[in-house]
């Protein structure tokens, strides 16, 4: 078992016949995700990945055909609102959005949109999900990962990837890792993967990667407190960065005390999450 | 991307908000002209992209234009908080019944759209939000719906507005959904005064328009004020780039914010210091680390790089290639460099650095005691 894709998982790829789509489409497939078709606006008809995979117009004609039942989207910014809106429309029960630099008004409409969907949508500037051993949707490496007990969820690319990677080296498994993304306003939050996480009975544990800015940590420490059974351990990065500086992630601005490092890690540690001090530091919280 | 208030408020006037008299001036004798133009008392403020320039003496009042002008001239040679005065605005003065506050930002954890205003407006405005949080009002806007006019009544109701002042009120409250709508994600008047010759008028401007989006708004991209910023970062943003200046003597090149913030986190807690924050992205070309390296090795302060590098997208074969690069360009600088590789092509970007000779790490920490104890200014 795991979160969010496994096994049965049938895999599209909006935008896969774009540099970025294609690229990760081989690398996913070569991992063994089952991606069953790709849609590309005006490149319906056409076949990819070794002429196997179907490319479609449409997110609604590529579901009716394929059954698709998640999509991975890789398609540039100024397009991405219309990619999630569309595949939300066709009625998706997944959606991961890897795009990054998507302005936060699309944002904020998507978000609107999703109050009366069943979507759920994962992103978007997010490095995907994967289920060790069975699927992976986006861009984490496949080979840095093993399957095992321990869910991971994070807000960043790279410093995901150390952590599996130091995991790894410990010959720690991963349930499900998923990257919600590091913009400001996002699909789907910490709460909500912490409650799938306590749900599912192959995690035994999980990893939660924050960083400055916004409230998540902040209540995913209290979602902690009362209503997670299973042990957290928690890295938050951006303890150096200085206050009111924008690092990158639209996501990562201090807003006056709210937001810190400092604070979501007090907050955590009174939650009876054990902090660790850099990322290598994790497997031996484990 | 923050913008200047004298940029705000000329889109302020664009969408009919009610601002002062006034002119943007870049020398003293200029300012002069401007308060002759405006007849009566003026105010000369600094144009700085950063709080706490009332405190700081970057607002004043001037009785004439020789007053103006003596003023405009100590103001140009100030520094606000690390900021230099390069330009000024001259407004007329306004008399000042009442100081009211108005904005629209963006509520994260509601992730929605927020109007707020409050009676108890003017500088003292974040100490009310912390101390008197119900005299701030706050209401929630559906982007797909926009501002409705009821959200207006009840926020003019609940900060005591006098009924004649309503009409304008409400034309501002619009007009600032209209810009906050346009890809601002932050439009403030404060104070927005009542004043008792002319009603409501929006003293102050500030705006930050959402970069995201500078794709639809070719128009805003050209009031990024460069003088304003580091000249470090401005640079790096020419490559694309994400470059943070800090005070630390240990020079970081990262690919990947959050873990260019840990990469951070951790030399300090090591007892180093950072000298910036630097993100060349994903999948970055040998060029750009290049110029990233070129960014480092031109900061006096940098007595030690860490390059620390997870592939993903990323090659490490080419990030290799991009040091060898700039090692040879800048022969003659004696800067060390500690490298550490992981992931996507990382056995050969090693081989391509064996020439170089450099000192490398393959854990986390181990990378930032080289880099620390290479910086030679250890602390505690």
Known sequence: ???????????????????????????????????????????????????????????????????ANASVILVPAKFAFDSIYEAIDAHIPLI???????????????????????????????????????????????????????????????????????????????????????????????????????????????????????????????YITTEMTKPVIAYIAGLTAPKGKRMGHAGAIIEGRAGSALQKIELFRKAGVKVAEYPEDIPALL | MKI??????????????????????????????IAEDLGDKVVVKAQVLVGGRGKAGGIRLADDPDEAEDIATEMMGMEINGFPVHKVLVEEAVDIKK?????????????????????????????????????????????LIGLCDFQIRRLAVSIDLPRKHWKKFTQIANALWQIY????????????????????????????????????????????????????????QKYGITYVHMTGNIGCLVNGAGLAMATMDILKLKGGEPANFLDIGGGASAEKVSSALHILFSDPQVKAVLVNIFGGITRCDEIARGITMALSEHNHIKIPLVVRLIGTNAEEGYKILEKQNLPVAHTFSEAAEKAISLSGVKKK
């Open chain 1, 1 to 67: 078992m795991s979160i969010l894709i496994n096994k049965e998982t049938r895999l599209l790829v909006q935008g896969i016949t774009g540099k970025e789509g294609l690229y990760h489409s081989e690398l996913m497939r070569a991992y063994g995700t089952n991606i069953v078709a790709g849609v590309t606006p005006s490149k319906g008809g056409e076949w990819v990945l070794d002429e196997k995979i179907p490319v479609f117009d449409t997110v609604q004609t590529a579901m009716e055909v394929t059954e």
């Open chain 2, 181 to 236: 709508k346009n890809d601002a994600s932050l439009v403030e008047i404060n104070p927005l005064v009542i004043s008792e010759q002319n009603g409501l008028v929006a003293l102050d401007g500030k705006m930050t328009i959402d970069d995201n989006a500078l794709f639809r708004h070719p128009e805003l991209a050209d009031l990024r004020d460069l003088d304003m910023e580091n000249s470090f970062e401005v640079e790096a």
């Open chain 1, 96 to 222: 991961i959005c890897i795009t990054e630099g998507i302005p936060a008004m699309d944002m904020l409409k998507i978000k609107t949109i999703l109050k009366t969907s069943e979507t759920i949508l994962i992103g978007p500037n997010s490095p995907g999900v994967i289920t060790p051993g069975e699927c992976k949707a986006g861009i984490i490496p496949g080979a840095i990962a093993i399957p095992g007990t321990v869910g991971v969820v994070s807000r960043s690319g790279t410093l995901t990837y150390e952590v599996l990677y130091a995991m790894k080296g410990k010959k720690i498994g991963v349930s499900t890792c998923v990257g919600i993304g590091g913009d400001a306003i996002i699909g789907t939050g910490f709460i909500d993967m912490l409650s799938m996480f306590e749900q599912d009975p192959d995690t035994e544990k999980i990893v939660l990667i924050g960083e400055i800015g916004g409230k998540d940590e902040e209540l995913a420490a209290d």
């Open chain 2, 4 to 33: 200047q208030e004298y940029q705000a408020k000329h889109i302020f006037q664009k969408y009919e908000i009610p601002i002062p008299r006034g002119q943007v001036a870049l020398n003293a004798s200029f300012v002069r002209q």
């Open chain 2, 99 to 143: 100081e009211l506050y108005l904005s629209i930002g963006t509520d994260r954890t509601n992730a929605s759209p927020v109007i707020i205003a409050s009676e108890y407006g003017g500088i003292d405005i974040e100490d009310a939000a912390e101390e008197a949080p119900e005299k701030i009002t706050r209401i929630l806007i559906d982007p």
